[in-house]
């Protein structure tokens, strides 16, 4: 089946500093999805992407969604204390069920 | 706008008594509707998912099944639960159709069973 490499599993990160996380697949997927999850809460959508080549922003968060369709980084500019959390990608290959394929997720910690 | 909600947010449970999560969603009509698990704080596993009244299927054999009486409104249950049922159980929607079919998640609820 579809897998979805998330990488790095962790992070461990001054505040200030900026973090890159990237899923990789070998299929090809129509969207991406990037959502943050905090302790005993569900995953948050942060950025959606529809379109290959397609760069979004929120806030300091930029995605981008791979030439190929194959991969996706999301970027978070000058880190602070309340971006800890665990980001995880998502791919949808299709289908109108919309059923999403998830990265293992990236926790990441930054230290103030 | 539209919400999501699931409940009870926590929850021990003995092995071997039946388990009820519910879950709805406001503020849509004919929406995907979705249970995912997770362990561990880790790894999102579909465990169900619904395109319509009644009309349930499932992603992994389990002791759970799923039950959709009405459009907006998602049931997980257990007759009997396993210790290996713990988790942190997420709700989730999406629209019908559209452009990339964006799945929001509910609050979760944990599982504990003792």
């Known amino acids: 089946g579809q897998q979805l490499n998330q990488s790095p599993q962790s992070m461990f990160i001054q505040e200030g500093e900026d973090v890159s996380m990237n899923c990789t697949s070998s299929s090809i997927f129509n969207t991406w999805l990037w959502y943050k999850q905090e302790p005993g809460e569900g995953p948050v959508l942060l950025i959606a992407l529809y379109k290959a080549g397609e760069l979004t922003s929120n806030g300091r968060l930029t995605a981008q969604f791979g030439i190929t369709r194959k991969d996706s980084f999301l970027n978070i500019s000058a880190s602070i204390p309340s971006d800890v959390g665990i980001y995880f990608c998502?791919?949808?290959?299709?289908?109108?069920?919309?059923?999403?394929?998830f990265g293992k997720g990236t926790k990441l910690s930054v230290k103030p | 706008s539209q919400t999501i909600h699931q409940w009870p947010a926590t929850l021990v449970q003995p092995v071997g008594s039946p388990l009820s999560l519910e879950c709805t969603v406001e503020g849509t009509s004919n929406p995907n509707l979705y249970w995912y698990r997770q362990a561990a704080g880790r790894g999102l596993q579909l465990l169900f998912y619904s395109v319509g009244i009644g009309q349930i299927s499932s992603e992994v054999p389990q002791n759970l099944s799923a039950s959709r009486p009405q459009d907006r409104q998602f049931i997980l249950s257990s007759k009997k639960l396993l210790l290996s049922d713990s988790g942190f159980y997420l709700c989730a929607w999406s629209r019908d159709s559209g452009l990339g079919n964006t799945i929001y998640f509910g609050e979760g609820s944990w599982l504990t069973v003792v």
């Open positions: 998502a791919g949808q290959i299709g289908g109108s069920q919309g059923n999403l394929i």
